[in-house]
Every structure is written in C-alpha cells, then in structure tokens.
C-alpha cells in the first residue's frame, strides 16, 4: 500500500499536526493557501515528487469541518491546534477526538447516531464500532468527565452539557452588503433609542426595547437595526429584566448584523456584551478585540470593553478605558463617572480628576436639558465621591429614581454619605425588577458601608448564584 505524506512549506498553523488520512498521516503546518510538496514511498523504494497549489482552509476543513474554538467546563478548545487547556494544564487532542466534538456541538445536544459519527468522522473509510469507541474514551479520559458525552442506548452519543461558548474565527474585512445601510426609518427609530438610553428617566429600558423592535420590523435586515436591538435586550436583561432571559436572543441579533456587516465594530461590540453577560469569556474577549481593532475611536466599543473587564476584576484595565470613553465622546458622563467610582480607594487623585471632568459635563448636560436624569443623578453622587456630602444630601432629597436603571447611581452617592438604609431599599427596588449586574456591587468602593448588611449580602449573593 502507498504512503501519502502531504507537508505544507511556510508559517506553522499553531505548530503543525499530523492527520491520518484513509492511507496515512497528513502533515499540515499552515492554513493558507500554499505550495505543497506531495511525495509517495511505494514498497518497492520508488519515489516520486510534485508540487501543487492547494487552498488549504478548505483542506483542513474537509477533515474538521469549521475551525472554532469551544470553552466547555472551563476548557479552552482550540480545534485548528487540537489542544485543551484549562489553568496550567494540557492536553493535546487527536484529530478524529477534535472531529467528533465538533459533530457533537453542532448537534446543540441531539443524539447523533453511531452511524452518522462514523460517516462524518472517518469518511469514506471503513471502521469498525471500536474505533469510535476509542475516541469518545479519549474525550471523556482528557477532559476528565466521563459525563461529557453521555451514551444513548441502541442511538449513539450527545453532548451532555450546556451549550458551550463558540468562536469561530474572525472573518477577512469584507464589503459590506446593502442591507448594512439603515432604512431611514428605522435609522430614526435606533437614534430615538440611544436618546433614551443616554438620558436613563423612568422607562427608558423599555422604551429602547420597543423602539428598537419597531426598527428591526421595518429593516429586518439592516446591521444598524439589529444591533442597537441586540443592545437593547442585553441592558434589559442586566438592569431591569422583569425575570426574563434575552441573552440567547441578543446573541442571535449581534451574530446576524455580523453576517450582513462584518466590519461593524458596532456589533462586534454588542456580541462581546452578550457574551460577557452569558459567562463566555474567551468568545467576549475576541468580539471586544475585533470591535476597537474595527474603529479604534469608537466610545461605545471601550465601555463595553471595560465592562467586560471590570467583571474579569481587571481593574486597572477598565478603569483607563473608561476613561478613554469620556476622552472620545465630549458629553458623555458615565466614563469618566466609573472611572472616578472605581478609582475612588486605590487612586484618590485620580479619582478626583475624574470626578470635576465628569462634573462639568453633567452641569454642561443639565443647561440645556434639566430633565436630564443620567445627569441629575450623576452631579448627586459625583458630590458625593468629592467629599461634598452636605450638597449631596440636599441634592438626594429631590431626586426619584423609580423606574429608572439609574437608581444604581443614587444607592452609592446614598451609601458613601451614610444613609445606609435608603441606599439598601434603593438597591432592593432594582432587584425586584430584575436587577443582574452584581458585579458591580463588588467591585463599587461605595458600598463598603453596606457591606455587612444582610439584607445587602442576601440580595448580592443570591443573585450571583443565580
């Protein structure tokens, strides 16, 4: 029988590998398109030579399908370089153990027949029933969870956990399709919605929310329209879900404009928030990254960023990121406000800084609109990281929150000037309305003061398990 060795010439693709084909090991080391030397050993010592052109993304995807890279039980799957890692250790996976948890993941945890795995893992080839056998063992044995795959008696193998986190890998910029251009209607309805969302009042959330549905009716293949509706449904389910999931729904409108746009760092933006939100911190950091990669000067793309990081507990990180939303943007508040929030203990100067830029803003913001809630609440609690605790008590006194996501803000300003019991009750109506951001309540120097009350403890705890 001949032996077949394909070895590609250039860069490694993550250090190379050797696949088995029908006949022999295939030897692949990069996944670009490039000249391959093909060489055969016949059994009686001829040899023969050639050299052809061969694309070899599409290569290695007749063997392994799409490259992605999975998280599953805190493993970090990355298929192109078949290894597993989680903390200090690794574990470098054979081809056909990658193959098979790609078949499984796509099955989103249907049973896939033992038949069909032996069709799409060993095509045509002959194997027997032990061969498959051997692979999920391999899994099981590597990943350490003989729960992984579960067996379907007489039906074959599933995956048996939740879905896992996927990231494929980032396309090529391309032109964006027609679509990517907004109606002009729904345009209307998107810039309405981040009016709302930038002012906070009473229903705002909502508001965003029903705005940004009527845009994607009218457009519903319009990137913009898509994203600010993935947008929306992420900062419900965060701040005032009403006990609804909209997480797996968001994702489905980011992934959908990055279809018809992938150049958008818009919604790349909105698939790394959905993917922070959902837990899925590798896939988050790629989407986040691709986002300032696609326009550096994008304010909304660094505070999701630093959002993301805050939740990582980076906060030397986050907090310059905030800050390089309010260099970027000349009337935002909220970076240079969480800057100065997080800043507040460990940099006190710096926090000072970014409390008198974020002041002038919000006086700026309230001159030509004294409705302006975000502002309001903002120059009550920026009082009251200053040190200007009489001003921010009387300032307090006139400010009603409810229905308002910026009840958050009032709860710290109402904690660093001791009222401790208004600032619990504030917190307590957020979360009866579904409050979920409770990273924020670890990581805010602001409720130190509460930090031993139990009714605080409960409502932070108990939302975190959740």
């Known amino acids: 029988m001949d032996t077949i060795i394909l070895d590609v010439t250039g860069d490694p693709l993550n250090g190379g590998g050797c696949y088995q084909s029908m006949t022999a090991p295939i030897l692949v080391s990069e996944a670009r398109r490039r000249a391959i030397t093909f060489s055969c050993t ?17 290569f290695l995807k007749s063997f392994f399908g ?4 999975l998280t599953i039980e805190g493993w970090r799957i990355d298929t192109a370089a078949r290894k597993a890692e989680r903390g200090n250790r690794t574990e470098r996976l054979s081809p056909r153990a990658v193959r098979l948890l ?5 099955a989103d945890g249907a049973v896939v027949s033992r038949g069909d795995l032996l069709d799409r893992i060993w095509p045509n080839v002959i194997v027997g ?16 969870n003989r729960e992984l795959i579960g067996t379907v008696a007489r039906g074959g193998y599933r995956l048996v956990l939740s879905a896992p986190a996927i990231t494929r890998p980032l396309p090529e910029p391309q032109k964006a ?9 729904a345009h209307a309805l998107c810039l309405e919605a981040r009016d709302a969302l930038v002012r906070c009042g009473p229903g705002a959330l909502q508001l965003a929310e029903t705005l940004t549905a009527e845009a994607v ?22 701040y005032w879900s009403e006990g609804r999931d909209t997480i797996g729904e968001a994702l489905r409108y980011a992934q959908r404009a990055i279809d018809i746009d992938p150049n958008s760092a818009a919604a790349y933006s909105a698939l790394g928030y959905a993917h922070s939100t959902a837990g899925h911190w590798e896939a988050a950091e790629t989407a986040h990254r691709r986002a300032l990669f696609a326009d550096p000067k994008r304010a ?33 508040i909220k970076g240079y406000l969480q800057a100065a929030q ?88 957020l979360f009866d309305h579904g409050w979920r951001d409770v990273d924020w309540l670890f990581v805010d120097p602001s409720y130190a003061t509460i930090a031993d009350d139990k009714r605080f403890v409960r409502m932070r705890d108990s939302r975190r398990a959740a």
């Open 42 to 58: 016949t059994t009686c010592s001829a040899f023969l030579l050639f050299r052809f052109w061969i694309n070899t993304d599409d």
């Open 66 to 69: 799409d490259l992605m890279q």
């Open 102 to 106: 790609q078949v499984l993941v796509d």
């Open 129 to 144: 029933d032990d061969s498959l056998t051997q692979v999920v063992s391999e899994l099981r044995r590597k990943l350490g």
């Open 177 to 185: 399709s027609v679509n990517a251009l907004p109606s002009l209607e």
């Open 217 to 238: 009716d009218l457009a519903p293949e319009c990137a913009e329209a898509l994203t600010e509706r993935a947008f929306a449904l992420i900062r419900s389910h965060l």
């Open 300 to 332: 909304v793309s660094y505070n999701l960023a630093a959002w993301h990081l805050m939740t990582r507990r980076s906060m030397r990180a986050s907090i310059r990121f905030f800050e390089q939303v309010g260099d970027l943007e000349p009337l935002n």
């Open 342 to 429: 997080l800043s507040a203990v460990c940099d006190p100067v710096r926090s000072r800084r970014n409390c008198e830029r974020a002041m002038e803003r919000a006086r700026a913001r309230l001159v030509n609109d004294r409705g302006d809630m975000r502002a309001i609440v903002a120059t009550s609690l920026l009082m009251a990281l200053m040190g200007e605790h009489s001003s921010a008590h009387a300032a307090l006194e006139a400010i009603d929150t409810s229905g308002s996501a910026q009840g958050i803000y009032l709860a710290s300003a109402l904690a660093i000037i001791g009222e401790t019991e208004r600032a619990v009750l504030c917190l307590e109506e």
